[in-house]
């Protein structure tokens, strides 16, 4: 059931219902972004929650989720359209093997709409029984500036040409998301045509929010425990730093452990779920986890 999002307050309390914690700046964007009609760039660190906000957002209009991950190489063909040629070249023999066709009418029918396989961004286009889809396109950073002008022109029509089959354009256009870990910078042009919103690493008070929503079973002091040790490790000098879903899964991992405390040795067990490089862990491991888990039961205490 579609959840009713006409004020700010509707979309911050929406949000809040499934378990994402948002300040009202950014629910402010949201809902302007929903009534406006235009794309909602996120830029932000990995992990802070930048996907998870289109993931929610198509559960609460009760639509489809269309994510398209980019990568570098990413071109039209894997994000929009392409022919399925093995089924063409199939039926292309048996035409020839029956001979009932002419060259034309087979051409005719091998371009046909049945033998297109449609890709994230042509999905999100043609209108569903549900209506215009969510379209997330993930960490648009990791794409070719080649692909990034395609998606600029593809976002201001909201349609696609189909040499073969001609013009297929959007009866309503679909919400659009796009995230970006800012390994580089996305061009004006497409920034201009989107509304923005910087998700930064949460203040202490929301991180221990999401983690008592996201994962209820855990133990209070436990909570507080994990979260002021990633606050701690978000100060040093680190090659990535941990984000909410490390948060998340470091929980998780030590309510499987049976944790109701930190200690030294289980910190120096887990570090891997919230660190992913050797050089991060070979340095916080051992003395420096130590001098941190000392800070924080300290100040938990």
């Not at 996305?186 to 989107?194: F, G, V």
Request: hydrophobic share 40%.
């Amino acid at each position: 059931m579609t959840t009713t999002l006409d004020t700010i307050e509707d979309v911050q309390s929406a949000l809040e219902a499934q378990h994402y914690i948002a300040e009202r700046s950014l629910a402010t964007t949201l809902f302007l972004a929903l009534k406006m009609g235009r794309p909602l760039f996120l830029e932000g660190e990995a992990g802070v929650g930048k996907t998870e906000i289109a993931k929610v957002l198509a559960t609460l209009l009760d639509v489809p989720l269309i994510r398209l991950q980019c990568y570098e190489g990413l071109d039209v063909h894997t994000a929009v359209y392409e022919w399925n040629y093995a089924r063409q070249i199939l039926q292309i023999r048996l035409f020839e093997a029956s001979g009932e066709r002419s060259q034309e009418a087979m051409l005719d029918e091998i371009f046909g709409p049945e033998y297109l396989i449609r890709r994230p961004l042509l999905q999100a286009i043609e209108q569903t029984d549900r209506g215009a889809p969510v379209l997330l396109i993930d960490e648009l950073d990791r794409a070719d500036e080649e692909f990034e002008a395609f998606l600029l022109e593809l976002l201001s029509d909201f349609q696609v040409t189909v040499p073969e089959l001609g013009t297929i354009q959007a009866e309503e256009p679909p919400v659009v998301v796009i995230t970006s870990n800012r390994t580089r910078e996305i061009h004006d042009a497409l920034k201009r045509r989107c509304l923005y919103f910087w998700i930064d690493y949460p203040s202490r008070d929301k991180e221990l929010a999401i983690v008592k929503s996201k994962v209820p079973e855990v133990p209070d002091k436990l909570a507080r425990q994990v979260v002021s040790y990633v606050q701690e490790l978000r100060h040093m000098d680190l090659y990535k730093m941990p984000g909410v879903a490390e948060t998340l899964d470091w929980s998780r991992a030590l309510l499987a452990l049976s944790k109701i405390d930190l200690d030294p040795e289980t910190v120096d067990d887990t570090l891997g779920t919230l660190l992913k490089y050797h050089d991060d862990i070979t340095r916080i491991r051992g003395g420096a986890s130590r001098e941190i888990l000392s800070h924080v039961q300290h100040g938990v205490e």
